[in-house]
Antibody, heavy 117, light 107 residues
Framework: QVQLKETGPGLVQPTQTLSITCTVS????????MQWVRQTPGKGLEWMGF???????EYNSEFKSRLSISRDTSKNQVFLKMKSLKIEDTGVYYC???????????WGQGVMVTVSS | DVVLTQSPATLSVTPGERISLSCRAS??????LHWYQQKPNESPRLLIK???QSISGTPSRFSGSGSGTDFTLSINGVELEDLSNYHC?????????FGSGTKLEIK
């Protein structure tokens, strides 16, 4: 069955870089877009960006200068890296599978990230 | 960016009631409007896609309607397990955006 699981640090210091890995099973990364969505107390659910089945990426301009999404298809993993973290980046970060029509049909359980010194 | 406005922010309901939740878009999103249910400490779960298409596993009491800028999620006979947050999301144009959510609570 389809499964997604995020792993990452629970605590990151301000100005540092956040790295999260999403490991998937039950489908191929070369057949679906993979999305990153976060949920913060201040802004609720925010779409961050995606990596297409072909490997190209799109980012929300809100994060564009700080965000990078990549993948390793051999390991069934998608990666999020966001630099220059701020306190307001505190929240839960999700990976999700995207479909045509741009809805998200499967989500990981999320990883809680706290930005604090 | 397309702004999605959900109303009400909170809805107090009695089990068995028929209710409607609203999602309005700042510009047309055609039918690229999707609904998610999110229970406390859980991930969002896709409920309805393309404004009105049910998802396998979604109870039949849930239905969606609308196109363009005005959308409605209806629950025909609310059950206790439906007490959650409901979010709409548009997939018509980048950046994809979400509404701020409607919280369903018991009256």
């Amino acid at each position: 069955q389809v499964q997604l699981k995020e792993t990452g640090p629970g605590l990151v210091q301000p100005t540092q870089t956040l790295s999260i890995t999403c490991t998937v099973s039950g489908f191929s990364l070369t057949s679906y877009y993979m999305q990153w969505v976060r949920q913060t107390p201040g802004k609720g659910l925010e779409w961050m960006g995606f990596i297409r089945s072909g490997g190209s990426t799109e980012y929300n301009s809100e994060f564009k200068s700080r965000l990078s999404i990549s993948r390793d298809t051999s390991k069934n993993q998608v990666f999020l890296k966001m630099k220059s973290l701020k306190i307001e980046d505190t929240g839960v970060y999700y990976c999700a599978r995207g479909n045509s029509g741009n809805y998200f049909d499967y989500w990981g359980q999320g990883v809680m990230v706290t930005v604090s010194s | 960016d397309v702004v999605l406005t959900q109303s009400p922010a909170t809805l107090s309901v009695t089990p068995g009631e028929r209710i409607s939740l609203s999602c309005r878009a700042s510009e047309s999103v055609d039918t690229y409007l999707h609904w998610y249910q999110q229970k406390p400490n859980e991930s969002p779960r896709l409920l309805i896609k393309y404004a009105s298409q049910s998802i396998s596993g979604t109870p039949s009491r849930f239905s969606g309607s609308g196109s363009g800028t005005d959308f409605t999620l209806s629950i025909n006979g609310v059950e206790l397990e439906d007490l959650s947050n409901y979010h709409c999301q548009q997939g018509n144009s980048l950046p994809f955006t979400f509404g701020s959510g409607t919280k369903l609570e018991i009256k």
